[in-house]
């Protein structure tokens, strides 16, 4: 069984057909879902998801693309606390959009790494072109964390590797120019690789310009499990295993 560490289940895009999602999911052997918050709404309802099914966790945050004039630390706070809620996120920098200054994003990100260390919790990072200013603030910060949709460079790999955080593969690293992400996921380490969706965004190939839904992290699985040179099945059970330590979910 696969985890999907990262998918967007809370929104809209999945509210009419989530029974359907979830059973071509399992028929894909994907198992278990993190569903992650980008603002208050999508983390109380993946909050409330998860609450109602075994299959669901949760991650609460405010997305740094949306944290200019953020305000509303008391409810994050309080989902934080929640049982089902096993991250903080997502969170982190993106030089790349502007909708938020730096400052800001700065603002949001060291104070949602002091949330989850207050909770005991991981945090779920969100980096785009600011993979070093990223991880300066978490190697002053030191959370337990997950880079999600990784895109960084070797160099930025191993540094993320050595504060001892979690690398996550997204459907790019199927893509075809992304030869250099698949050379990454040939030696990351086999217990901090995690995989995930990002749905509904970055569908795998052949999916490319669907939408993109947890069952294709088979696909994303399956292209990372033989950069690493394992079997599918027991690449699985391993990235399993790395969301059970990191999140500290329990697994079937
Ligand atoms: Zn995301």
């Known amino acids: 069984m696969l985890v999907d560490s990262h998918c967007h289940l809370a929104y809209e895009d999945f509210q009419a057909d989530l029974p359907g999602v979830l059973s071509r999911a399992e028929a894909a052997g994907v198992g278990r879902f993190v569903i992650i918050g980008t603002e208050v709404a999508s983390s109380r309802r993946a909050s409330e998801m998860a609450a109602a099914d075994s299959r669901l966790f949760a991650a609460a945050g405010i997305h740094p693309n949306d944290c200019e004039g953020f305000v509303d630390w008391g409810a994050l706070e309080a989902l934080a606390r929640q049982p089902r809620v096993v991250a903080l996120g997502e969170t982190g920098l993106d030089w790349f959009r502007t909708t938020a200054s730096r400052e800001a994003q700065r603002e949001a990100f060291a104070r949602t790494m002091d949330l989850a260390k207050a909770a005991g919790k991981p945090v779920v990072i969100h980096c785009r072109e600011a993979y070093d200013d990223t991880l300066d603030m978490m190697a002053a910060a030191r959370p337990a964390a997950v880079m999600h949709c990784f895109a960084g460079d070797e160099k930025q790999a191993k540094r993320a590797l050595d504060l001892g955080f979690y690398i996550s593969f997204a459907g790019p690293v199927t893509y075809k120019k992304n030869d250099a992400l698949r050379q990454i996921a040939s030696w990351v380490p086999r217990d901090r690789i ?15 310009g669907k939408k993109n839904e947890p069952a294709f992290a088979r696909l994303t699985a399956e292209c990372v499990a033989k950069c690493a040179k394992m079997p599918y099945e027991e690449f699985a059970r391993q990235e399993a295993e790395n969301a059970h330590r990191l999140f500290g979910f329990p697994l079937p």
């Open 194 to 208: 995690l995989v995930e969706t990002d749905a509904p965004f970055l569908p795998p190939e052949p999916h490319r």
